[in-house]
Antibody, heavy 121, light 108 residues
């Protein structure tokens, strides 16, 4: 069974660092890309970036370039989203999603359950 | 950067047909995907590659794409279809994913 299981909710203070995870199973991790998508409270979906696990190459939205780091550990089929210094405006639900690699990436056919990150002093 | 424009809201009576549009420059040349997101849940893919449905998605959901507008059509709308819907493309000129702003479908 195809699954993307994300790490649990986080409550952090401004300036703290954070790394959340997306553990995949049921398919060949190297074959499909993994994207991260932000959803701020009451708002729409925002693409943050995407990783090709086959070569560990990541592409970022200009809005998130330099603000986060996307990485993966192929040995445990897990993707990560990392912040060095959180801000209150990072409060959101973060989703990982499997990207079907056709002409870049086409559809995101499987999604994680989401990780709620709350940044508050 | 490439922009996708959706109406903020669409309302439809049960049993009727809902049409949600997604506008973009020459979007007809791109592959368009549609996602349904119910409150408190992760998005679910309902249409990919303009008009294909993943297994398990009812035939009531279909898509079309031409010129500058892609459309998600839901026939015989049910109360359970009420959700936010997002269109999405891959912009090959920038190697970026683009989502539309989302449309809230209300079943009257």
């Amino acid at each position: 069974e195809m699954q993307l299981v994300q790490s649990g909710a986080e409550l952090k203070k401004p300036g703290e660092s954070l790394k959340i995870s997306c553990k995949t199973s049921g398919y060949s991790f190297n074959t499909y890309w993994v994207a991260w998508v932000r959803q701020m409270p009451g708002k729409g979906l925002e693409w943050m970036g995407i990783l090709d696990p086959g070569n560990s190459e990541a592409k970022y939205s200009p809005s998130f370039q330099g603000q986060v780091t996307i990485s993966a550990d192929r040995s445990i089929a897990t993707a990560y989203l990392q912040w060095r210094s959180l801000k209150a405006s990072d409060t959101a639900i973060y989703y990982c999603a499997r990207g079907f690699p056709v002409g870049g990436v086409r559809e995101f056919d499987y999604w994680g359950q989401g990780t709620l990150v709350t940044v508050s002093s | 950067s490439y922009v996708l424009t959706q109406p903020p809201s669409v309302s439809v009576a049960p049993g009727k047909t809902a049409r949600i549009t997604c506008g973009g420059n020459n979007i007809g040349r791109k592959s368009v995907q549609w996602y349904q997101q119910r409150p408190g849940q992760a998005p679910v893919l309902v249409v990919y590659d303009d008009n294909d449905r993943p297994s398990g998605i009812p035939e009531r959901f279909s898509g079309s794409n031409s010129g500058n507008t892609a459309t998600l059509t839901i026939i015989r709308v049910e109360a359970g279809d009420e959700a936010d819907f997002y269109c999405q493309v891959w912009d090959s000129s920038s190697d970026h994913v683009v989502f539309g702003g989302g449309t809230k479908l209300t079943v009257l």
